[in-house]
Protein backbone atom coordinates (compact mmCIF):
# COMPACT_ATOMS: atom_id res chain seq x y z
CA UNK A 1 0.00 0.00 0.00
CA UNK A 2 0.92 3.68 0.22
CA UNK A 3 1.41 5.69 3.21
CA UNK A 4 -1.11 8.40 2.94
CA UNK A 5 -1.46 10.11 6.50
CA UNK A 6 0.95 10.36 9.49
CA UNK A 7 -0.37 12.28 12.52
CA UNK A 8 2.80 12.66 14.69
CA UNK A 9 1.86 14.99 17.43
CA UNK A 10 -0.01 12.46 19.70
CA UNK A 11 -2.04 15.37 21.44
CA UNK A 12 -4.09 15.88 17.76
CA UNK A 13 -5.39 12.71 18.10
CA UNK A 14 -7.35 10.46 20.62
CA UNK A 15 -5.45 7.46 18.98
CA UNK A 16 -2.31 9.62 19.29
CA UNK A 17 0.56 9.08 16.91
CA UNK A 18 -0.81 6.75 13.77
CA UNK A 19 -0.68 5.90 10.06
CA UNK A 20 -3.18 5.49 7.47
CA UNK A 21 -2.03 3.13 4.59
CA UNK A 22 -4.34 3.23 1.21
CA UNK A 23 -4.59 0.01 -0.22
CA UNK A 24 -6.08 -0.87 -4.08
CA UNK A 25 -8.11 -4.33 -4.14
CA UNK A 26 -11.01 -4.84 -6.62
CA UNK A 27 -10.40 -0.97 -8.05
CA UNK A 28 -11.34 0.23 -4.61
CA UNK A 29 -9.36 2.31 -2.13
CA UNK A 30 -9.69 0.98 1.78
CA UNK A 31 -7.65 2.37 4.69
CA UNK A 32 -5.87 1.07 7.26
CA UNK A 33 -4.96 2.63 10.07
CA UNK A 34 -2.82 2.13 13.04
CA UNK A 35 -2.65 4.01 16.25
CA UNK A 36 -1.28 4.25 19.73
CA UNK A 37 2.13 4.02 18.26
CA UNK A 38 5.52 4.84 19.97
CA UNK A 39 7.04 6.18 16.96
CA UNK A 40 6.17 5.94 13.15
CA UNK A 41 8.93 5.38 10.55
CA UNK A 42 7.12 6.09 7.68
CA UNK A 43 6.86 9.57 5.55
CA UNK A 44 3.40 10.34 3.24
CA UNK A 45 3.53 9.05 0.23
CA UNK A 46 5.83 5.94 1.01
CA UNK A 47 5.13 2.32 -1.18
CA UNK A 48 5.05 -0.03 1.08
CA UNK A 49 5.85 -3.83 0.86
CA UNK A 50 3.79 -6.63 3.02
CA UNK A 51 6.89 -7.01 5.82
CA UNK A 52 8.18 -3.40 5.83
CA UNK A 53 8.33 -1.42 9.20
CA UNK A 54 6.05 1.36 10.00
CA UNK A 55 6.48 2.28 13.30
CA UNK A 56 6.71 1.20 16.69
CA UNK A 57 3.97 0.70 19.25
CA UNK A 58 3.01 2.42 22.00
CA UNK A 59 0.75 3.77 24.07
CA UNK A 60 -0.14 7.75 23.17
CA UNK A 61 -3.38 8.87 22.78
CA UNK A 62 -6.07 9.81 25.34
CA UNK A 63 -6.37 7.60 28.50
CA UNK A 64 -3.26 5.35 27.86
CA UNK A 65 -0.64 4.43 29.77
CA UNK A 66 2.25 1.91 29.46
CA UNK A 67 0.35 -1.39 31.19
CA UNK A 68 -2.07 -0.55 28.24
CA UNK A 69 0.01 -0.44 25.35
CA UNK A 70 -1.07 -2.10 22.22
CA UNK A 71 -1.78 -1.52 18.73
CA UNK A 72 -4.95 -0.38 17.21
CA UNK A 73 -5.83 -1.69 14.01
CA UNK A 74 -9.27 -0.31 11.69
CA UNK A 75 -9.63 -1.33 7.84
CA UNK A 76 -11.58 1.68 6.70
CA UNK A 77 -13.94 2.35 3.83
CA UNK A 78 -13.57 6.70 2.73
CA UNK A 79 -17.15 7.95 2.86
CA UNK A 80 -16.22 11.32 0.68
CA UNK A 81 -13.18 12.76 -0.64
CA UNK A 82 -14.84 16.22 -0.13
CA UNK A 83 -14.66 15.86 3.37
CA UNK A 84 -12.52 19.10 4.01
CA UNK A 85 -15.37 21.33 3.26
CA UNK A 86 -18.22 19.93 4.77
CA UNK A 87 -16.06 19.83 7.81
CA UNK A 88 -15.61 23.50 7.31
CA UNK A 89 -19.58 23.80 7.34
CA UNK A 90 -20.47 21.71 10.01
CA UNK A 91 -17.28 22.11 12.35
CA UNK A 92 -15.60 25.65 12.06
CA UNK A 93 -14.40 25.78 15.17
CA UNK A 94 -12.54 22.77 15.91
CA UNK A 95 -9.43 22.32 13.69
CA UNK A 96 -9.06 19.11 11.35
CA UNK A 97 -5.21 17.97 11.69
CA UNK A 98 -6.01 14.85 9.65
CA UNK A 99 -7.65 16.27 6.25
CA UNK A 100 -9.95 13.50 4.32
CA UNK A 101 -8.00 11.14 6.79
CA UNK A 102 -10.09 12.30 9.96
CA UNK A 103 -11.81 9.38 11.97
CA UNK A 104 -15.25 11.15 11.18
CA UNK A 105 -14.91 10.39 7.27
CA UNK A 106 -13.68 6.50 7.69
CA UNK A 107 -15.60 3.79 8.70
CA UNK A 108 -14.18 0.45 10.04
CA UNK A 109 -15.00 -2.84 9.15
CA UNK A 110 -15.22 -5.88 11.55
CA UNK A 111 -10.98 -6.58 11.59
CA UNK A 112 -11.48 -9.56 14.09
CA UNK A 113 -14.50 -11.32 12.22
CA UNK A 114 -12.82 -10.64 8.72
CA UNK A 115 -9.76 -12.55 9.38
CA UNK A 116 -11.33 -15.24 11.44
CA UNK A 117 -13.81 -15.35 7.79
CA UNK A 118 -9.77 -14.98 5.54
CA UNK A 119 -8.64 -18.08 7.72
CA UNK A 120 -11.60 -19.93 6.03
CA UNK A 121 -11.93 -18.56 2.57
CA UNK A 122 -8.49 -17.07 1.25
CA UNK A 123 -9.71 -15.59 -1.88
CA UNK A 124 -12.41 -13.84 0.06
CA UNK A 125 -13.09 -10.37 -0.94
CA UNK A 126 -14.25 -7.21 1.21
CA UNK A 127 -17.94 -7.08 -0.80
CA UNK A 128 -18.27 -10.43 -0.19
CA UNK A 129 -17.25 -10.17 3.61
CA UNK A 130 -19.52 -7.05 4.25
CA UNK A 131 -22.43 -9.01 2.12
CA UNK A 132 -22.61 -11.02 5.04
CA UNK A 133 -23.11 -8.05 7.70
CA UNK A 134 -26.71 -7.69 9.09
CA UNK A 135 -28.44 -4.02 7.65
CA UNK A 136 -29.17 -2.48 11.16
CA UNK A 137 -30.73 1.11 9.92
CA UNK A 138 -31.67 1.82 6.36
CA UNK A 139 -31.32 5.69 5.62
CA UNK A 140 -32.85 7.73 2.04
CA UNK A 141 -30.71 10.58 1.14
CA UNK A 142 -31.34 12.77 -1.64
CA UNK A 143 -30.39 12.11 -5.23
CA UNK A 144 -26.95 13.91 -6.37
CA UNK A 145 -24.36 14.78 -8.47
CA UNK A 146 -21.74 14.20 -6.31
CA UNK A 147 -22.54 10.56 -4.42
CA UNK A 148 -19.02 9.99 -4.20
CA UNK A 149 -19.25 6.53 -2.07
CA UNK A 150 -20.72 5.24 -5.08
CA UNK A 151 -17.22 5.99 -7.30
CA UNK A 152 -15.20 4.77 -4.81
CA UNK A 153 -17.49 1.77 -4.19
CA UNK A 154 -19.25 1.02 -7.11
CA UNK A 155 -19.79 -2.37 -5.88
CA UNK A 156 -22.83 -1.05 -3.49
CA UNK A 157 -24.60 -0.30 -5.87
CA UNK A 158 -24.40 -3.80 -8.15
CA UNK A 159 -24.66 -1.38 -11.38
CA UNK A 160 -28.28 0.07 -10.33
CA UNK A 161 -27.15 3.50 -11.30
CA UNK A 162 -29.76 5.43 -13.46
CA UNK A 163 -33.21 7.06 -13.02
CA UNK A 164 -32.71 7.16 -9.03
CA UNK A 165 -34.59 10.29 -7.16
CA UNK A 166 -33.17 9.17 -4.18
CA UNK A 167 -30.72 6.63 -2.50
CA UNK A 168 -31.74 3.94 0.04
CA UNK A 169 -28.50 3.33 2.06
CA UNK A 170 -28.44 0.02 4.24
CA UNK A 171 -25.70 0.30 7.10
CA UNK A 172 -24.39 -2.32 9.91
CA UNK A 173 -24.89 -1.63 13.08
CA UNK A 174 -21.28 0.14 13.18
CA UNK A 175 -22.48 2.23 10.44
CA UNK A 176 -20.52 0.66 7.26
CA UNK A 177 -22.31 1.06 4.21
CA UNK A 178 -23.61 -2.28 2.88
CA UNK A 179 -25.98 -1.49 0.10
CA UNK A 180 -27.06 1.48 -2.17
CA UNK A 181 -30.37 1.44 -4.04
CA UNK A 182 -32.44 3.83 -6.27
CA UNK A 183 -35.23 4.74 -5.44
CA UNK A 184 -38.31 6.33 -7.53
CA UNK A 185 -39.14 8.50 -4.58
CA UNK A 186 -37.31 11.80 -4.10
CA UNK A 187 -36.53 13.12 -0.46
CA UNK A 188 -35.63 16.40 0.36
CA UNK A 189 -33.29 15.42 3.76
CA UNK A 190 -31.94 12.37 4.78
CA UNK A 191 -34.78 10.17 5.93
CA UNK A 192 -34.41 7.04 8.40
CA UNK A 193 -36.36 4.39 6.52
CA UNK A 194 -36.17 1.21 8.91
CA UNK A 195 -34.16 0.17 12.10
CA UNK A 196 -33.97 -3.48 13.61
CA UNK A 197 -36.04 -3.12 16.53
CA UNK A 198 -34.46 -3.22 19.98
CA UNK A 199 -35.42 -2.42 23.19
CA UNK A 200 -32.35 -0.09 23.55
CA UNK A 201 -31.29 3.56 22.91
CA UNK A 202 -30.23 3.27 19.31
CA UNK A 203 -27.89 5.82 19.97
CA UNK A 204 -25.72 3.80 22.26
CA UNK A 205 -25.00 0.84 19.37
CA UNK A 206 -25.21 3.06 15.84
CA UNK A 207 -22.74 6.06 17.25
CA UNK A 208 -25.57 8.26 17.74
CA UNK A 209 -26.31 7.91 14.06
CA UNK A 210 -30.44 7.14 14.97
CA UNK A 211 -31.73 7.48 18.23
CA UNK A 212 -35.09 6.44 20.26
CA UNK A 213 -35.77 3.33 21.65
CA UNK A 214 -38.18 0.22 19.92
CA UNK A 215 -40.69 1.68 17.71
CA UNK A 216 -39.73 5.33 18.40
CA UNK A 217 -36.53 5.52 15.92
CA UNK A 218 -35.86 8.88 14.59
CA UNK A 219 -32.44 10.10 12.84
CA UNK A 220 -30.80 12.14 14.87
CA UNK A 221 -29.12 15.65 14.32
CA UNK A 222 -25.63 14.03 14.23
CA UNK A 223 -26.97 11.57 12.09
CA UNK A 224 -28.48 14.34 9.58
CA UNK A 225 -25.58 15.96 9.32
CA UNK A 226 -23.69 12.55 8.84
CA UNK A 227 -25.52 11.86 6.08
CA UNK A 228 -25.38 15.43 4.36
CA UNK A 229 -21.64 13.98 4.38
CA UNK A 230 -22.07 10.93 1.90
CA UNK A 231 -23.87 13.74 -1.27
CA UNK A 232 -21.66 16.56 0.03
CA UNK A 233 -21.35 19.00 -1.57
CA UNK A 234 -24.75 19.08 -3.47
Known amino acids: GVVVHTNAVAAWSNYGNYIVIEHRWGGSPYYSLYAHL ?11 ARGDTIGLMGHTGEGLNQERAHLHLELNLMLNRKFESWYDKFLPTEPNHH ?3 NGINLVGVDIARLYLALR ?14 EAFYRIAVPASHHFDLLKLYPWLANG ?3 G ?4 EIAFSRAGIPLKVTPRAEAVAEPQ ?5 RRNVDYSLVTRDVVGGKGGQAFLTDSG ?4 RLLTWPD
Do not use: C, Q
Open 160 to 162: ETG
Open 224 to 227: KRLM
Open 38 to 48: ASIAVRNGAHL
Open 164 to 167: AKSW
Open 120 to 133: KRPALTIPEFLADE
Open 192 to 196: LLHVT
Open 99 to 101: GIY
